[in-house]
C-alpha cells in the first residue's frame, strides 16, 4: 500500500500508552528468533505484574533503555509484556524489530493495542496515510482509549482534518479530566481552525493558561509552514 510522506511538526510529543482489552487468547506466535514468541494471553501472574509496573515507572522517568533491559531479564507469557516490549523498540529507534512485534501482534492477537503500535510508528517515520489507517482501527477497538484518541487526532491535524481532528483530541482531553498531551495539541487544533469558542473553553474550563496558549500559537505557526 501506498502511503504519503510527511514532515511531522516538531515540539508535539506523542506517547505510546494503553493495554489491550481482548479476552484471554492463548496463542503464540514466532518472530524474529525461533526462541522468542509472543503471547496473545491477557492474564498477567502477580510477580509478572510486579515486573511490568517496574518498567512502567522506568518508562514514566524516560528511562527507556533501562525499562528495556528490564523487560529482557525475564520473557513472559502475556499480551502486555508485548506491548510494552513493542513500545520500547520503537522508543530506543529499533522500528524493524517494533515493527515485528507490533505486527504479530495485530495478526495473532488481533490487538488494538497493535495498530496503535503500527500507526506510531508509520507516523514517525511518515506515512502519514498508513499511520490514520492503523489509529482510525485501533479507535474502533479502543474507543475510550485516551493515549490513541490523542494520537489519531495529532495524525488528523497533520492532514489537515480539523473538525475529526477536535472531536478525537477534546475526548481523549475528558478522558484525562483535562491533563495529558491532547490539552496542548487540542489547543493547536483550536487555532488551526479558527475555533475562538473552543479555545476559550479551554481557558475557562481547563484553566489553560497564558505560556500554554503561547507555546499552541507557536506550534500551530509551525505546522502552518
Known sequence: MKSKRLGVATGVLLMLAGCAQNQPRPVTAEIGSPKTRISCDVDVQPEDRVELEMVDTLMSRDLVYAALAQLQKHQQRNEEYWQRYGQLLAKTDDMDGARDVFTQMRDQCNSGEAYHGLGMIALKQGYLSE??????????????????????GYALLLEGDFPEAQRNLRT?????????????????????????????????????????????HSLADQMRK
Open 131 to 152: 499511520a490514520l489507517t492503523n489509529f482510525k482501527e485501533a479507535v474502533s477497538r479502543l474507543p475510550a482509549s485516551a493515549s490513541v484518541r490523542n494520537d489519531y
Open 172 to 216: 481523549s482531553l475528558e478522558l484525562q479530566n483535562g491533563s495529558g498531551a491532547a490539552r496542548q495539541n487540542l489547543a493547536v487544533a483550536y487555532i488551526l481552525a479558527g475555533n475562538k469558542q473552543g479555545l476559550a473553553l479551554l481557558r475557562d474550563k481547563y484553566h489553560f493558561t497564558d505560556d500554554e496558549m503561547a507555546y499552541a
